[in-house]
């Protein structure tokens, strides 16, 4: 099936007030277990490639050309996202690559120069029919130079997307990246509060340090995006750890990487069910 504009889908999430699950691909059996997952549970998926990864592949193009092709390959709705670009000429990369959204990341920057960074963003984008994500409000745990206490203002969040056009706004209301346990308590009435001060689709970035009921009743509150990576990279893990102590004597990786991504594949597949329903659930498994 074709690539699906990322657009499509978080428009479609927004009229229905549900979610939409954006997991990270850190290698190719990422990829391919997160398609896997939104072709079983029957939901489409968003495959994210952040600016780390392409870093730790030496270079967008193997990876995105890697992703892409099993994207394009599934019977399942999927989109492809840049995640996390601080390099503004890796977003044009990646959307000269087809990529259907990609997000910029101005968040260390102060107000007045990421306005005019992601302007220039969101004007190649869009003259290329490419939806754009930025971020307001610096989000806890990256690298660890984001304070977890901070948060978005309703109305500097408003300002910046009449001044700069983004078409989906990552927020900052208590998750942090990188957490290994689900304990993070989300600020639901900030949720809220920019839900209706901004006329965007909303990201909840850091959702791995989240609970199933917190995201749940986030997306009541207006998160549309929920990104989800160290989470799914728990059991990806944990798989072949258990694996590899299983069978000490197995030497061939696909072995082992091949439970990692039927973990992962499993786990995706549950979370892109629970993020499309916005009835009252039951805790899952953690990491």
Same mark, same amino acid.
Not at 28 to 54: G, H, K, M, R, W
Not at 88 to 102: M, N, P
């Given at each position: 099936?074709?690539?699906?504009?990322?657009?499509?889908?978080?428009?479609?999430?927004?009229?229905?007030?549900?979610?939409?699950?954006?997991?990270?691909?850190?290698?190719?059996?990422?990829?391919?277990?997160? &398609?896997?997952?939104?072709?079983?549970?029957?939901?489409? &998926?968003?495959?994210?490639?952040?600016?780390?990864?392409?870093? *730790?592949?030496?270079?967008? %193009?193997?990876?995105a050309l890697a992703t892409l092709a099993v994207a394009a390959g599934s019977q399942a709705h999927v989109a492809v996202h840049l995640d996390h670009a601080e390099d503004e000429e890796l977003t044009r990369q990646a959307i000269d690559l087809g990529f259907g959204s990609?997000?910029? $990341?101005?968040?260390?920057?102060? *107000? %007045?120069?990421?306005?005019?960074?992601?302007?220039?963003?969101?004007?190649?984008?869009?003259?290329?029919?490419?939806?754009?994500?930025?971020?307001?409000?610096?989000?806890?745990?990256?690298?660890?130079?984001?304070?977890?206490?901070?948060?978005? $203002?309703?109305?500097?969040?408003?300002?910046?997307?009449?001044?700069?056009?983004?078409?989906?706004?990552?927020?900052?209301?208590?998750?942090?990246?990188?957490?290994?346990?689900?304990?993070?308590?989300?600020?639901?009435?900030?949720?809220?509060?920019?839900?209706?001060?901004?006329?965007?689709?909303?990201?909840?970035?850091?959702?791995?340090?989240?609970?199933?009921?917190?995201?749940?009743?986030?997306?009541?509150?207006?998160?549309?995006?929920?990104? &989800?990576?160290?989470?799914?990279?728990?059991?990806?893990?944990?798989?072949?750890?258990?694996?590899?102590?299983?069978?000490? %004597?197995?030497?061939?990786?696909?072995?082992?990487?091949?439970?990692?991504?039927?973990? &992962?594949?499993?786990?995706?597949?549950?979370?892109?069910?629970?993020?499309?329903?916005?009835?009252?659930?039951?805790?899952?498994?953690?990491?």
């Amino acid at each position: 099936m074709p690539l699906v504009p990322t657009a499509d889908l978080l428009h479609a999430a927004v009229a229905r007030r549900t979610g939409v699950g954006a997991f990270n691909v850190i290698h190719l059996e990422t990829a391919e277990a997160l &398609v896997a997952a939104a072709e079983d549970a029957a939901l489409p &998926v968003i495959l994210q490639i952040s600016q780390n990864c392409v870093a *730790y592949h030496g270079g967008l %193009e193997p990876i995105a050309l890697a992703t892409l092709a099993v994207a394009a390959g599934s019977q399942a709705h999927v989109a492809v996202h840049l995640d996390h670009a601080e390099d503004e000429e890796l977003t044009r990369q990646a959307i000269d690559l087809g990529f259907g959204s990609v997000m910029f $990341d101005g968040a260390a920057l102060d *107000y %007045e120069r990421n306005v005019e960074a992601t302007v220039r963003v969101v004007e190649y984008a869009h003259a290329n029919d490419v939806f754009v994500e930025a971020e307001l409000g610096e989000i806890g745990g990256k690298d660890g130079a984001h304070a977890p206490g901070v948060r978005t $203002d309703p109305e500097e969040a408003r300002r910046f997307v009449d001044e700069t056009g983004v078409d989906a706004l990552a927020v900052a209301v208590g998750s942090s990246h990188a957490m290994t346990e689900r304990t993070a308590a989300l600020d639901l009435d900030l949720v809220a509060r920019l839900h209706a001060a901004v006329p965007v689709p909303l990201v909840l970035h850091g959702s791995s340090g989240a609970s199933d009921e917190t995201i749940v009743s986030a997306i009541r509150s207006g998160i549309t995006k929920v990104n &989800v990576s160290t989470h799914l990279n728990g059991f990806f893990t944990d798989a072949v750890r258990r694996y590899l102590s299983e069978h000490p %004597e197995v030497v061939d990786s696909r072995r082992y990487v091949r439970e990692g991504r039927s973990a &992962v594949a499993a786990e995706a597949a549950r979370l892109l069910t629970l993020f499309a329903v916005t009835e009252p659930v039951s805790e899952g498994a953690t990491p």
